[in-house]
């Protein structure tokens, strides 16, 4: 790991990398570099064993020029200032290279739910949703789960609100349980544009899905659905991993199997799962696998200047926020390994938010058919954009996504005159 990482480094310098193109003054872009407000927060909680714990949360809207800050929770032990600020900047670029009416926000508990009760969990919740209630809302905040949290964590955000306000506010969070007016198809959504954009870089390079090989390091929400729609797809997904490590099938894993085994022993990981033919391997060495497509679906600076050189794959499709280290996208470039960013591959699960929230505001329910569609319309687009604008600058696709991104953000901020 290279010990000097900083998230939020990084997303600055991809971001001055556009504006340059783009022709943009360092006064046009000098607004963007500092996150509108951040909120830290101390969130003490009475354990199972009769203990007090104090944890400690943060808030961050990087920008709400285009529309409220939107973003997830993050329940993760190392999350800290650097990596809530960078996650909030990745959101607001992603909400534009998608064209949706959201600046950018993200929030975390530093905390281990691995090692938490549900009680805990949800005492967590209730009181860190307590804490930022002054900053969130269906019209300036609206949070959704990410690493470590998920639609019950939502849920209980949502009544806490909505105790707080004393009536119910649907729209302070999106990826809640159906029941309380969560969009369906948003617990797939991410990991569904995540195969979308797959599937559209295949065909751009004319590769057949058919049996192109997959590696995907992480799974979870984002990860596992991933390998579900991919192994649905005739890809052959030859790795996966999670905290505890990585199982490498040469001819394919059994995904439907894998699935059927963690949603039956999430606390046990895939250190219990048995496959005739399969290895255990480090989530290092699947990183390192010699497979068409790399998946990394798990957390940030996976791949950095000390691993870069290694990774065999040819493609990248970043369905983790960050997992690649700015240093190591020129190393994966000379090698001629093509990435598509996060920003890009990732926003599908930002995209259904963003109609779960139009849902709970006009009080209307789509089927899951009409949010897969919509989905697709929003995401194929937005791919197609990205290439051509890539192409067109002989730049990456990472400098192609924020070449659109950073002028929708800009320009949004001109037209407001936020410069006074
Ligand atoms: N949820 C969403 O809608 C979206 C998520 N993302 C991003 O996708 C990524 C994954 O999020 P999500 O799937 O929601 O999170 P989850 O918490 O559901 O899953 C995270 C996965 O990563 C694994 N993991 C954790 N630490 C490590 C590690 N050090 N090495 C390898 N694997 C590890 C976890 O293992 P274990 O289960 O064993 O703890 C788990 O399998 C994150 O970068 C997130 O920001 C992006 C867009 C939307
Ligand atoms: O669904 C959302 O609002 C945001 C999801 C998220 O945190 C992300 O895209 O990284």
């Not at 509108?36 to 400690?56: N, W």
């Not at 470590?148 to 955000?157: D, I, L, S, Y």
């Not at 890809?235 to 699935?259: C, H, R, T």
Request: proline residues 5%; aromatic residues 6%; negative net charge.
């Amino acid at each position: 790991m290279n010990h000097t990482y900083n998230p939020y480094d990084n997303v600055l310098k991809v971001v001055s990398e556009a504006a340059n193109i783009l022709g943009y003054t360092d006064s046009d872009i000098e607004a963007l570099k500092y996150p509108e407000r951040e909120l830290k927060v101390a969130i003490p909680v009475r354990m199972d064993d009769g203990s007090t714990k104090v944890f400690e949360g943060y808030r961050i809207q990087h920008s709400t020029s285009r529309g409220p800050a939107k973003g997830g929770i993050r329940f993760h032990p190392d999350v800290n200032l650097d990596e809530v600020k960078a996650l909030a900047a990745w959101m607001t670029f992603k909400c534009a290279v998608v064209n949706i009416p959201y600046g950018g926000g993200k929030g975390g508990v530093v905390c281990d739910p691995n090692k938490l009760t549900e009680d805990e969990i949800r005492a967590i919740t209730r009181r860190f949703t307590a804490a930022i209630a002054p900053l969130i809302g269906p019209e300036q905040d609206i949070p959704a789960p990410d690493v470590g949290t998920n639609a019950a964590v939502m849920g209980w955000m949502m009544d806490t609100y909505s105790m707080l306000k004393g009536h119910c506010v649907h729209g302070v969070v999106t990826g809640k349980p159906i029941e309380l007016g969560g969009a369906l198809g948003r617990s797939e959504a991410t990991g569904r544009g995540v195969m979308f954009t797959t599937k559209n870089v295949l065909k751009k390079l004319d590769i057949d899905p058919k049996n192109t090989t997959v590696a995907i390091q992480g799974m979870g929400n984002v990860g596992s659905i991933t390998a579900k729609l991919l192994h649905r797809e005739g890809m052959e997904v030859v790795a996966v991993s999670d905290v505890s490590g990585g199982i490498y099938k040469e001819s394919g894993l059994n995904i439907p199997d894998i699935l059927d085994y963690l949603s039956q022993n999430r606390k046990n990981l895939l250190t219990g799962y048995e496959e005739d033919g399969m290895t255990r391997i480090s989530n290092a060495e699947l990183l390192e696998l010699d497979v068409k497509v790399l998946i990394p679906a798990a957390l940030e600076n996976q791949i950095n200047d000390s691993n870069a050189e290694r990774v065999r794959a040819d493609i990248i499709v970043e369905a983790a926020n960050g997992p690649i280290a700015s240093e190591a996208d020129d190393i994966l470039a000379e090698k001629g390994i093509l990435v598509v960013p996060d920003i890009l591959a990732n926003a599908g699960g930002v995209v259904v938010s963003y109609f779960e929230w139009v849902q709970n505001i006009q009080s209307v329910s789509w089927t899951e058919e009409t949010v897969n569609e919509k989905l697709k319309n929003i995401m194929d687009p937005a791919f197609e954009a990205v290439w051509d604008i890539a192409h067109k600058n002989k730049g990456t696709l990472r400098t192609g996504a924020y070449l659109i991104a950073v002028k929708r953000v800009v320009e949004a901020k001109k037209a407001r005159a936020i410069w006074p």
